[in-house]
């Protein structure tokens, strides 16, 4: 019965995620349609300067965190360039100069790099952290134990073995 | 070696210092000893007297299991009983500081005994006119303050001068009485009886023992020396003792009248001490000689042997009591006592026994009880007899003594077997009733009955036969191995010794053996609540020892207020197990550490309030619990530290990708804002 209810929920959660990405696909898909209208040196660079988004959504890695983080940084690394580009005056001539400029690739393609780095170093790191607190616990539970045997004695020993023995 | 150890070796002579004084007066001196004194389990040896050098005496030194006559002895160190030896002195002596025991100084016996086996036959004229006076004025006086000497026998007579001319009958205070009399000295009553369970008797006991003594002495042998005890008896009962023992002796008319009135086996027809004294006028009217046990009109067939003496038919009941149940039971000794001995009482009764034996056949006891009940119907005035023992009506407790000096098994079990029933308190009630005389003769009622309850217990420490043995032997000293040979008599001469013992021994010992313990409970009040707790517990366990502990601090508050360092050092030793229940190391160190601080005091009380040990105990207790659950938990929280690393890299991945998620909305809007400001501004 809790199997097929946790079934149920799942599915439930995987519809509801379904339509939240439709929406956001179906405004990208607008808002790409009016900036290839209205500003196409713009969308130009950006849709080139997004390629990591692309291939990382493409390969569909199921891991959303780690899309949404490759997004925003490879976003957070096209927003300058663009910035730039409308500085100069947003115009196709403009934009081909700064796609051929390796630093304008740096910005854009770095901010996906240190996406890629944060996904795979962090949670390496936050396990490392979890593994010390649990030796640190285990240590501390060993050096718990040592003590109540040699305040207790031998037979303690015995004893806890068939209370553990009981217990399970 | 101790003094009691020495009682049991044999005579030799050896040169020791000194020994210890008696009432300030008399050195006993156990290096000379005088072995031709000496009968049964005491020993004798030469005393001094401190203020006259010339003047020589002998000293009896009980040995710890000896009834002490105690009546008597008061009687002759009151007054002097001519005819007699002197009683001096009697009392506690204290050989060395453990070694005590009871000793009682009697003048000495210069002239030697008038007679040994294999002496000539005395004269007449000696026997009627100096060993006859003699005894009966000494029982005369003993019987007057209603005491029996119960030891008139030709090797008890002696001179008390150099000269041998004043005789003087010998001791018979330092042991059980009668149990120093050959078998054929015992008047029919006794004669059947174990020689510890004679009892004091009657006056008319001592009378017939002076028949027999005149027989011995005049034919210069023991009379009916090549018979047994048993061929004696039923030759008494069936010609009568007068006929029975002087059978192919010549005695002169005047003897022969004498022994003819005093040989008389009716107590009530026998001569008195006064007759006796006087039997010059008494032998005018010719004393009429027994004729042994009375006869039935008819026959009772038993072991193919045809009776028709009741007493005889006891007697040989006695000896095959499968034998006698099975008369019992086929009715055939009923019809004999109603029709041949025409007893309807006795016929009545031994009804009552063969229904009671029918409809309890399992039994073996019941069986031996019945035949008992038969054979007591059948020999009203004989002795009690019960499987293996037989004994007189008071003599209950100096056969208990024996038993355990013996170490006889048999004994003890027939012995336990007949307190732990009811039948010694039927029959006393029984004979009582009948007979007021009777009614002195037993064991005191409520003795029985605190005996009967004892041994619903016997397995019990503090009851049991033991404890019998000092409820039925009230002056008896305490028989424990540790304090044996210290003639210990209260709770606190045995705290006083036990003390000394275990001093010596470095606490090693036990204080409460079933010996000590039934000694102690006997004497001391109010230790049943300790004796229940004995009970529920099992000898060796904490609780066991913690009580022995806590019955020893109270007796030492009662008995015994200084201070006890041998009993410390012994609760030191019996406390060890109590620590070893203590599980944590800690707590034991401190309780030790306690122990040994109050230690000091020598006080077991305040040891015990000190270590407060059964507090300590449960503290102790709900701590390992306490312990125990802790760990319990922190296995259970390791075993799943160990086997979470999965769960904790699945954690740490979505946590991370939470953190990176974060990270990159934040380089997101900061990059906005930056540019905004940047490239707008």
């Known amino acids: 019965m809790a199997k097929n209810a946790d079934k149920a929920n799942k599915s439930a959660k995987a519809a509801g995620g379904n339509v939240g990405q439709n929406i956001a696909l179906f405004w990208v898909l607008i808002l790409s349609g009016l900036g290839i209208v209205f500003i196409p040196p713009t969308m130009l660079v950006l849709i080139a300067g997004m390629i990591p988004s692309f291939v990382a959504l493409l ?22 360039v663009i910035g730039i580009l409308w500085e100069r005056g947003q115009t196709f001539h403009e934009a081909f100069k700064i796609l051929s400029d390796v630093y304008m690739w740096l910005a854009m393609l770095g901010g996906a790099g240190v996406a890629l780095f944060l996904a795979w170093a962090v949670p390496v790191i936050v396990f490392s952290t979890y593994e010390l ?7 501390k539970l060993n050096k718990q134990r040592t003590k109540l045997v040699e305040e207790w004695g031998g037979q303690f020993v015995s004893d806890m073995k068939e209370v553990s023995r009981r217990q399970r | 070696m101790t003094v009691a150890e020495k009682i049991d070796k044999p005579t ?7 020994g210890p004084v008696l009432a300030g007066r008399f050195r006993i001196d156990l290096s000379r000893r005088l072995g031709d004194l000496e009968s049964g389990a005491n020993m004798v040896v030469q005393a001094t007297d401190v203020q006259d050098s010339s003047a020589k005496y002998f000293a009896v030194v009980s040995n710890p299991y000896s009834s002490f006559r105690r009546a008597m002895a008061q009687a002759m160190t009151e007054s002097h009983i001519p005819g007699m030896v002197d009683l001096l002195a009697h009392g506690k002596v204290q050989f060395s500081e453990t070694d005590i025991c009871y000793v009682s100084v009697f003048d000495m016996l210069r002239g030697g005994g008038l007679y040994r086996e294999g002496d000539a036959p005395l004269e007449e004229n000696t026997v009627l006119d100096l060993v006859l006076p003699t005894v009966m004025a000494c029982l005369q006086n003993l019987h007057k303050s209603g005491l029996t000497h119960r030891g008139i026998r030709a090797g008890n007579l002696f001179f008390a001068d150099d000269s041998r001319i004043e005789l003087l009958l010998g001791e018979a205070v330092t042991a059980a009485p009668g149990s120093a009399q050959p078998d054929v000295y015992e008047p029919l009553q006794s004669a059947m009886a174990h020689p510890m369970g004679r009892g004091n008797g009657t006056p008319a006991d001592d009378i017939y023992a002076v028949g027999v003594l005149m027989l011995h002495l005049l034919g210069g042998r023991l009379p009916a020396a090549d018979l047994s005890a048993d061929e004696i008896y039923m030759k008494k009962l069936e010609l009568g003792s007068f006929a029975a023992l ?5 005695l002169s008319t005047r003897v022969s009248d004498v022994l003819a009135g005093v040989l008389q086996d009716d107590p009530k027809r026998r001569w008195d001490a006064e007759t006796l004294l006087h039997w010059r006028e008494a032998i005018g009217e010719t004393p009429r000689r027994g004729r042994g046990d009375r006869h039935a009109f008819g026959k009772i067939l038993f072991q193919s042997e045809e009776y028709s003496s009741p007493r005889l038919l006891a007697h040989a009941m006695t000896r095959k009591p499968k034998a006698a149940l099975e008369l019992i039971e086929n009715g055939k000794l009923v019809k004999w006592v109603k029709g041949a001995l025409r007893d309807e009482d006795a016929a009545t009764r031994i009804e009552q026994i063969q229904a009671s034996a029918a409809s309890s056949r399992s039994d073996k006891r019941f069986d031996t009880a019945a035949v008992t009940q038969a054979v007591r119907l059948l020999d009203p005035d004989g002795v009690f007899w019960y499987r293996d023992v037989a004994f007189c009506r008071g003599a209950l407790g100096p056969l208990l003594l024996w038993a355990f000096q013996n170490d006889d098994t048999e004994m003890k079990k027939a012995l336990t077997d007949l307190l732990e029933s009811s039948l010694l308190q039927t029959v006393s009630i029984e004979e009582a009733r009948a007979s007021k005389d009777r009614h002195v003769e037993w064991v005191p009622e409520s003795a029985l009955i605190s005996c009967y ?17 000092y409820e039925l032997n009230p002056k008896s000293p305490c028989l424990s191995p540790l304090v044996l040979g210290s003639h210990v008599r209260n709770v606190s001469e045995f705290i006083e010794i036990a003390e000394k013992k275990l001093i010596s021994s470095n606490g090693q010992g036990n204080p409460f053996d079933r010996h000590a313990a039934a000694f102690i409970t006997s004497k001391a009040k109010g230790l049943d609540k300790y004796l229940r707790m004995f009970a529920a517990n099992a000898p060796g366990t904490s609780v066991h020892a913690l009580v022995q502990i806590k019955l020893f601090a109270k007796l030492q508050a009662v008995a015994h207020p200084g201070p006890l360092p041998g009993f410390c050092r012994w609760m030191e030793e019996t406390q060890k197990p109590i620590l070893l229940k203590i599980r944590s190391r800690l707590r034991r160190e401190v309780v030790n550490q306690k122990f040994q601080e109050a230690k000091k005091s020598g006080n077991l009380a305040a040891i015990l309030s000190e270590t407060d040990i059964e507090r300590q105990l449960i503290e102790d207790t709900r701590e390992y619990e306490n312990a125990l659950a802790t760990a319990g938990e922190a296995e259970r929280v390791a075993a799943y530290l160990e086997g979470a690393s999965e769960q904790r890299k699945q954690e740490a991945a979505l946590y991370g990708s939470w953190i990176t998620s974060v990270l990159a909305i934040t380089s997101l809007v900061t990059s906005m804002v930056v540019s905004a400001l940047y490239f707008l501004g």
Do not use: H
């Open chain 2, 453 to 469: 309850n004892y041994m619903k217990q016997k397995r019990d420490v503090g009851y049991g036969l033991e404890r019998c043995l």
């Open chain 1, 59 to 80: 390969l569909n890695t199921d891991r959303s965190g780690s899309l949404a983080a490759m997004l925003a940084f490879n976003l957070a690394g096209v927003i300058p």
């Open chain 1, 133 to 139: 607190q649990a030796r640190a616990s285990l240590a």
């Open chain 2, 12 to 18: 030799e002579s050896s040169t020791a210092s000194a």
């Open chain 2, 246 to 250: 002087t059978e192919g002796m010549i």
